[in-house]
């Protein structure tokens, strides 16, 4: 009699993993397209959808939701599992709302959104007060799956709903003496409540800033959304930046002012500890965090028995960003 | 029963809540994206506490004059040194997934971690000393090696100074309690030699 003993090795172990992460993920993208595709019929031609949509229901204006509904998808090869939406939403730092992980998910309920205004200036031709709506009418959406390394060495992989900053920068025509981009989170103890702790490192308000070539680097992005729904308020509501080289805390959120400036400007991290967060923070495997290895990072979800450790990429594995900085020391400025 | 197997079983059941909260938490799957980072950080959070408790247990003798509270007292140090081991466990197993090489190599890279290891050390050293017969036959180093505590403690502050990022909240609390802690005992310390010294001036007349 034949009896049939069941494989001893699970089929996860012969295949290798990117092999069958790609093959599922060719599966949801094809069932998302197929519903898409449904979809468009159904209304008769919107063009665009973001392939990766939470079911979530995040509270937002009716023409924004219809902005990040129509953003065109990302059609380039993702080798990485997503971060479910759950955790993206729920684990974070947001420290204008506490400082654990799940502080920001817990306590942002007190951010309004909108009605939001952004006020540029600086050295720039086009200078003033906009609001999110205008700015947002000029530019595309798109979605854009970036991994996010944390300085803290665990990382994310996330969709966002966003657009290139640069093509937001151009149309405000900044002139020749303009060499960084000053970004700064809103300020409001009654909007932000753990502003208003006594025992903070950090000087309200959050302030960020890249170098020109940095800000107008296509791969820069200004998100509006993740997971094709509106940022909830722990993720930045409703403007934040995604700088996917750099560690997390260079992607500044729920961002009220943008200045073009001569001067390198004041960072945060920088001058709460300038000797563990250096104003360019590209990640970067070789130069460890004085109280921590950046050799290697946590991708979550992490399991428990087989923690999710994978090296860490130099510029998160953003080769097409190294031509910014040759020739100069990434030890020195780190 | 007597009343003090009662309280006996009583703050062993109650010591044992966390526990078998986290490990409840963990089972059902609630502990979120980062469960490892969630489970050490609370494993070590309740070794603080259990060495606040055990340490406040003399002072609440000797003040509030709780005096049913003495024989207690080796419990809580023991469970201190249960969640200490708990803590490095799961640091091993679920953050480092237990890699022997690498902990070697963040033992002395992180200097927090060079600093929480002694201290585990110590309330290991003190857990196996804790018995009736080691008290015995230690005799007066019982006490000499047992103040390692203090030691213990200050050190587990420092793991938690040095880890300092957003908020200076926790170290400045547990900073507060360790002071408050120490503090009493030093004050006890100063009388002690107060009284010698008046006794001594006394005792020789002029």
Request: glycine share 6%; hydrophobic share 45%.
């Amino acid at each position: 009699m034949l009896i049939k003993r069941p494989p001893r090795i699970a089929s996860s172990e012969i295949t290798p993993e990117p092999i069958y992460r790609a093959r599922r993920q060719f599966m949801r993208q094809s069932v998302a397209l197929g519903t898409a595709a449904i979809a468009a019929g159904a209304v008769g031609g919107a063009q665009a959808k973001p392939s990766f949509v939470a079911k979530a229901d995040v509270a937002s204006p009716p023409w924004l939701r219809d902005k990040i509904a129509g953003a065109a998808a990302d059609t380039s090869e993702i080798n990485d599992t997503l971060t479910p939406y759950e955790h993206v939403t729920s684990y974070n730092n947001f420290y204008e709302f506490g400082y654990n992980k799940d502080d920001p998910a817990k306590h942002s309920g007190s951010l309004k959104p909108h009605p939001w205004q952004v006020e540029i200036s600086g050295e720039a031709e086009k200078t003033g007060t906009f609001d999110l709506e205008d700015i947002l009418s000029k530019v595309e959406l798109q979605e854009r799956v970036y991994r996010l390394r944390c300085v803290e060495a665990w990382s994310m992989v996330i969709p966002w709903i966003g657009f290139e900053l640069g093509s937001l920068l151009k149309q405000f025509n900044p002139t020749s003496r303009a060499k960084y981009v000053a970004f700064t989170t809103l300020k409001d103890t009654k909007q932000m409540p753990a502003q208003g702790s006594a025992f903070g490192t950090i000087d309200w308000p959050y302030v960020e800033g890249l170098r020109m070539d940095e800000a107008m680097h296509p791969l820069t992005l200004l998100a509006v959304g993740l997971y094709g729904k509106a940022l909830p308020n722990q993720n930045g509501a409703p403007l934040r930046l995604v700088v996917p080289w750099k560690y997390g805390f260079k992607s500044i959120k729920s961002i009220v002012k943008i200045e073009f400036t001569e001067e390198q400007p004041p960072t945060s991290w920088n001058i709460s500890a300038p000797n563990e967060y250096g104003f360019y923070a590209n990640v970067n495997p070789k130069v460890d965090h004085p109280r921590w290895s950046q050799a290697t990072e946590r991708r979550l979800p992490s399991g428990l028995f087989s923690p999710n450790i994978i090296d860490t990429q130099m510029f998160n594995g953003y080769d097409e960003v190294a031509s910014l900085y040759r020739g100069m020391d990434l030890k020195k400025y780190f | 029963m007597r009343a003090v197997t009662w309280r006996r079983l009583a703050i062993f059941t109650l010591s044992l809540v966390p526990f078998i909260w986290i490990v409840y938490l963990t089972i059902t799957q609630q502990l979120g994206a980062d469960p490892a980072k969630t489970i050490v950080l609370f494993t070590g959070e309740w070794t603080i506490y259990f060495l606040f408790i055990t340490l406040a247990v003399s002072p609440l003798v000797k003040f509030a004059k709780w005096r049913w509270l003495i024989v207690h007292r080796r419990m809580l140090g023991l469970f201190a040194l249960f969640y200490a081991l708990c803590h490095v466990a799961a640091y091993l197993t679920f953050i480092l997934g237990l890699d022997f090489a690498r902990f070697f190599s963040e033992l002395v890279k992180r200097p927090y971690i060079t600093a929480g290891m002694p201290a585990v050390l110590i309330l290991i050293a003190l857990g196996v000393t804790s018995t009736k017969g080691m008290m015995r036959r230690l005799g007066s180093n019982w006490t000499k090696l047992h103040r390692l505590v203090y030691v213990a403690l200050l050190l587990g502050w420092v793991h938690v100074l040095w880890q300092v990022r957003s908020s200076y909240f926790e170290a400045v609390l547990y900073g507060a309690i360790t002071a408050l802690l120490l503090g009493v005992r030093l004050y006890g310390y100063w009388q002690k030699r107060q009284k010698r010294r008046l006794k001594a001036a006394s005792a020789t007349p002029k």
